[in-house]
């Protein structure tokens, strides 16, 4: 990956991140920490990995991005509308009656959303489904499925990870937001899913260890994940939840709580300033 | 809720406070879970009583099972989680754990209804009084506000068998008086009229209750039952007050479809066909916006109430 490639995509996560937060701020509720931590793959994804044209959202070789963890609809949102699904005004009525963002991703109200979730575990099955139709259309779109650390203790990620190795689903990636943290504490503590790693090599995945705020281990495991043959590939990233906001990083508490007005000042003006600017300034 | 003197508590408050007091008169009841404790307020118990209390994580059909396995072994359970996950991703646990072999689980399930708000349509549940009474064996009540919600709770955990508590996320005003009785299978007239019926559930009645002042003031007398017990539901109420002012309008946060509006349709089709409105949700899944602002768009506001009844009046003139 080109040094110009990494400062491109740390740049759109930083805007993405800016704008999960003005949105939050403006909507007064909704979920900045695991929108946060995903920021860095949603970039990846939407503005480097996928096969995508946001002309044509319905364009039947697209690959495929499933919100399974759906209350992180500000990330998808703010990377639909950056990537030209929508326009970025409509990021300013997240959460409004009336309106096209819903709380949790609506398939029929919001173009590029891929299908409607927000009830957690359920986002896998429907991946394993649209990577069968490709095997049995001799298509060659691939489907990403973002997951929570702690969605993985619904039992139908289990029941659709089985489905998925015993259909040899090469095409499909599952990626893990690994945060550490769920609702009521930390994952570990509220129903500890331990060893991650063990369970889905179990389930006859092929897994791929990495730190989900490096790009060039984001992209390299994407690319990875590609040439695998015969199984699908799950990508277990360590992120921090409410990653780029100082004071939201790893904190339980920010998990689904809107930040005030004058947080939302604070976290804004972190976000723009620093190092990933800075490099973006001098490449511009 | 303009007046000040109104107190405003949510239906999840009462029950997550009176749980964790009569923890300490009742040391079988046990409390569970789905990594939801802080919003249904379960952790009120899980504070005190941290043995007794047990989170199952992001697992509802886990949490469901281990609540009916807990019952059979003595103890008195409690499993909450948000309402739409309380009975849609449990359903056949529910009925086959917990109601087929009529189990002492208790579901107290927040944040039903339209008052979710922001959280948008994945997270309303519209459809959960007509599937909790479609299961034989299972109890349904709708406490209308706070003080209704602990008399329930403490109903709760003396009655043996499913039961299916439906609770609210916003804040609501409280309109009983603390003495009131909560009575399993009994409506309560609030307030008696000759012109309309008006019976109405869960957070609704205190709407309905306005929309009756409403149509004071046009000169309709109209009568407010406060509905909370579905099932068993109170027969003999709803038949003599729609035989005394022969027609009903029913009030609630729910599809049209399945909750109290069908459960007195049935009622009266079978025994005193009147004219029926139903007030409620018409088939269609709710979205994101204020509580206030869904409850007008979605025609539950104390206007359609009182449109109906006026509805009624027509068409009993005919
Ligand atoms: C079936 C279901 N149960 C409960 C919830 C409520 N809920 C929303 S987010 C969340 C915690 C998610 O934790 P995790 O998967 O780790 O997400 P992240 O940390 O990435 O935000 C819960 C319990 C839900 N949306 N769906
Ligand atoms: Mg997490």
New binding site residues.
Partial sequence: MLETEKIFLEEKARIIRKHIISMLGEAGSG?P??SL?AADIVAALFFHHMNIDPARPHWEHRDRFILS?G??APVLYAALAEAGFFDTKELKYLRKTGHMLQGHPDMKSTPGVEIST????QGLAVGNGMALAAKLDGRDYRVFVLM????IQ?GMIWEAAMAAAHYKLDNLVGIL?Y?G???DGP?TQVMNPEPIVDKWKAFGWHVIVIDGHDFEEIISALEQADRIEGKPTLILAKTI?GKGVSFMENQVDW?GKAPSKEEMELALKELSQGEVLERWETLK | MGNPEIKMKATRDAYGEKLAELGEKYEDIVVLD???AKSTKTILFGKKFPKRFFDMG?A?QNMVGTAAGLALSGKIPFAS?FAV?ATG?VYDQLRMSVCYPKVNVKIAATHSGLTVGEDGASHQALEDIALARALPNMTVVVPCDAVETEKVVEFAVEYVGPMYIRLGRSKVPVILDPGYKFRLGKGVVLREGKDVSIIATGIMVAKSLEAAEVLAQKGIDAEVINMSSIKPLDKELILESASKTGGVVTVEEHSIIGGLGSAVCEVLSENLPVPVERVGVKDVFGESGSAEELLEKYGLSINDIAAAAERIILRRQK
């Fill in positions: 979920h920490g695991g931590s963890k209350h992180a927000g009830s957690l575990g929570g650390d702690g969605e619904e937001d945060n943290l769920q609702i994952i939840k998990h | 789905a990594d939801l992001i509802e989680t996950f991703r």
